[in-house]
């Protein structure tokens, strides 16, 4: 004990100091101290904004979607398989994405790994838009920590996948609740989508939406102007971002994917890098040819166009404001 600090606060409360007194007493800061800090920031200061996680452990965490072990691919991606990989390129945050077809609209997997790791995930969820009350489900996920949540137009993936994905009663709650608890809305979309998304930014303006992997494009290897044109267009809308991510998928689907330069550019002069974020999309990221450095080394070290300042927007301070701050 300092000798600044003659007496515990458990001292002062046996000892019946008036409340003003303990109140003046500062708390001693040996609990923290003494604590491992969640993220060593200094060694790990990177977060990833797009990972999937799922467990072999299928009696424990059931599959939803009639899936098996057996469909596992990779059969294992645990929290300490991730953080394994993310840690060794700096890595020390990791936005958790719901894996729609695996878990569906069971967010119990990723809420445990978030809470066996607190301060390392953030979590995206998902809630079913067209069952009663989704920003009821919304309000009480937030309770656990839930910070966004994936929405998607694929067919068989959200509940109202196809056309009118984004039309439904449930999913006008769902921009609306997120307005006021901060949530984000997080889209998987394709490009065709966005006309709709832009839509609901210019009904939802107070709402954060978070556009996955570029929406897409480039996935079939090209990269369509009028696409680009629409993605870029959505920046007119202030609280929208972009995930740069899912390398693996989009143009020539090899490392060092410097072909995907001047989309990331055209991003970046119309959302700038305090509204877009680098991501994984692992472990679809870790196949053959694809690893998890090459990812991360595309915005660290390939990229001449970014500043020093550019990249710890990109790899650290977006979405770190989005996900990681209360
Ligand atoms: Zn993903």
């Known amino acids: 004990m300092s000798s600044a600090h003659p007496f515990s606060r458990r001292d ?22 003494q604590k491992e800090p969640a993220v060593d920031l200094k060694k790990h200061p990177y977060i990833d904004a797009h990972s999937h996680i799922w467990s072999p452990d299928t009696k424990k965490w059931p599959l939803a979607n009639g899936k098996t072990a057996k469909d596992l691919d990779p ?4 929290p300490a398989e991730l953080l394994k990989l993310a840690n060794s ?21 990723l809420l445990d790994a978030a809470k066996a790791h607190p301060g390392v995930f953030a979590v995206t969820g ?3 838009d067209t069952k009663p009350e989704p920003g009821q489900a919304m309000l009480d996920l937030f309770k656990r920590g839930v910070k966004a949540f994936r929405i998607t137009s694929r067919p068989g ?21 997120a307005a006021t608890t901060g949530q984000v809305m997080a889209c998987l979309i394709d490009a065709k989508d966005l006309p709709g998304v832009d ?37 007119k809308h202030k609280n929208t971002y972009v995930k740069l991510s899912a390398y693996y ?7 060092p994917y410097l072909d995907l330069a001047p989309m990331i550019r055209r991003l970046l002069d119309a959302f700038t890098p305090d509204r877009c974020m680098w991501a994984s999309d692992a472990p679809y990221q870790t196949q053959g040819d694809n690893t998890y450095q090459a990812s991360i080394e595309l915005i660290r070290g390939k990229l001449d166009f970014l500043s020093a300042g550019d990249k710890e927007k990109l790899l650290t301070k977006t979405a770190e404001r989005v996900y990681f701050t209360e």
């Open 75 to 78: 059969p294992s991606f645990t």
């Open 12 to 33: 002062v409360v046996k000892t019946g100091l008036a409340a003003g007194a303990l109140a003046a007493i500062p708390v001693l800061p040996i609990a923290a101290a």
């Open 249 to 255: 998928a989009l143009g020539n689907k090899k490392p």
């Open 199 to 235: 839509a609901m930014c210019g009904k939802n303006p107070d709402t954060t939406v978070v556009i996955d992997h570029f929406a897409r494009i480039g996935v079939d290897g090209t990269v369509p102007e009028a696409d680009l044109k629409q993605l870029c267009a959505l920046a």
């Open 157 to 177: 993936i959200g509940a109202s996948g196809g056309e009118k994905w984004l039309s439904g009663p449930g999913m006008a709650e769902m921009w609306k609740t």
């Open 126 to 128: 998902m809630v079913n």
């Open 89 to 109: 390129v700096g890595v020390g945050r990791v936005v958790l994405i719901q894996h729609t077809l695996y878990h569906g609209y069971d967010n119990t997997y």
